[in-house]
């Protein structure tokens, strides 16, 4: 069974067929129904954050296109129109039980280029330390073929491990993964954990869709190496049910994929090994201590610094005798840390005019090397 109430931070994807009935309106009861779970979850203690699509399946039955092919710009076009049902929809549902909706409209950019993510990052972490439940779907309106996710499935499990969420939900119109698509194979039997993505199990997945949605089973494997890699577990379960989250934690047919490392050592592991560093800074003998007691690395325990990285860049930092200590994520341009290393963080906004973040590099953000044998 799928404990969901152990997680701490879930991703809860929904798809289209979910979400709009045939006949193009919202399918409020149902919708209601994972309010209400979203609800019980947060009021656990976990962060919630949604990713729903849906947008262009309620706009393309509003302007009268359904059941055929959309052209790109129609699809731009339905979804331009459907975003703003589908948002008030959920602001409606989650007003309802006192939680703010924020709608978060991403391109492929925002979790792809280091900059935006960064933003992205910052925006999504900053609503939910709010306890605002953020409604992402992807920007359809501007993202052309070459430049969108394209799958919902997909740009979920992205922001689960921009977020270092420990657990996505995907929602869809089939119970799990079966040995075989059950559509051809009648004997096919439902996957109830799956411990590691194989060979095997990735030829399970056959290449099945609903008209409404995208994502097949195949899209689903994908999201699910992305997930699993960035330390969150990925539940498929359907949502034909009132209560869809509630059924899963009570034990309703699901498939677990188990995550294959924890959020905080992904992101350790993605400093560590791969980002070039752009840059170093000299800390002193009483920054050192401090990292090694877990602190972050402020400014005034800085001395110099090299290279010209910018904010979001991995720089070394390393010892007074010129040893590279760790690696991290700089929170500031070189052209400011010039400015503010050696000073208080208290006296950043007065030097710089504004604050990013009162640590140069914040412990969460870098990864420090394992004393050799015999160093102290
Ligand atoms: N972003 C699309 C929409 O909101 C859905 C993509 C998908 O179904 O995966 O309509």
Known sequence: MTKLARYRRIVVKVGSSLLVERGGDVRREWLDSLAA?????????????????????????????????????????????G????????????????????????????????????????TLTTLLSLKAVPVINENDTV????????DNDRLAAR????????????LSDVDGLYSAPPAQAKDARLIREVPQITAEIEAMAGDAG????????????????????????????SGHHLNPLKRVAEGAPSTLFR?????????????????????????????????????????????GHSGRFQRGDTVMLLDPAGGEIGRGIVAY???????????QSKEIAAILGYTRRPALVHRDDMVLREPAKGEA
Not at 143 to 150: D, F, L, P, Q, S
Request: charged share 20%; with cysteine; proline share 2%.
């Open 159 to 170: 922001v689960a491990a921009m977020v270092g969420a420990d657990c996505l939900v995907l």
């Open 333 to 343: 341009d070189a052209e400011e840390a010039a400015q503010i290393i050696g000073r």
């Open 83 to 122: 975003q703003i049902g589908l948002s008030r929809a959920w602001a409606e549902v989650l007003q309802a039980r006192s939680i703010h909706a924020a709608q978060v409209l991403l391109t492929l950019g925002d979790t792809e280029e280091r900059r935006r993510y960064l933003n992205a990052r910052a």
């Open 210 to 237: 609903s008209e409404l949605s995208r994502g097949g089973m195949r899209t689903k494997i994908e999201a699910g190496k992305i997930a699993v890699a960035a330390g969150a577990a990925m539940v498929i379960a």
């Open 259 to 303: 995550p294959q490392t924890t959020p905080a050592s992904a992101r350790k592991a993605w400093i560590a090994g791969h980002l070039e560093p752009k840059g170093s800074l000299f800390l002193d003998a009483g920054a050192v201590k401090a990292l090694g007691a877990g602190r972050s690395l402020l400014p005034a325990g800085v001395t």
């Open 37 to 81: 779970d979203i609800a019980d979850l947060a009021a656990a203690g976990a962060d919630c954050l949604v990713v729903s699509s849906g947008a262009i399946a309620l706009g393309r039955a509003r302007l009268g296109l359904a059941g055929r092919k959309l052209k790109l710009e129609e699809a731009q076009a339905a979804a331009a129109i």
């Open 143 to 150: 993202a052309t073929n070459e430049i969108r996710y394209g």
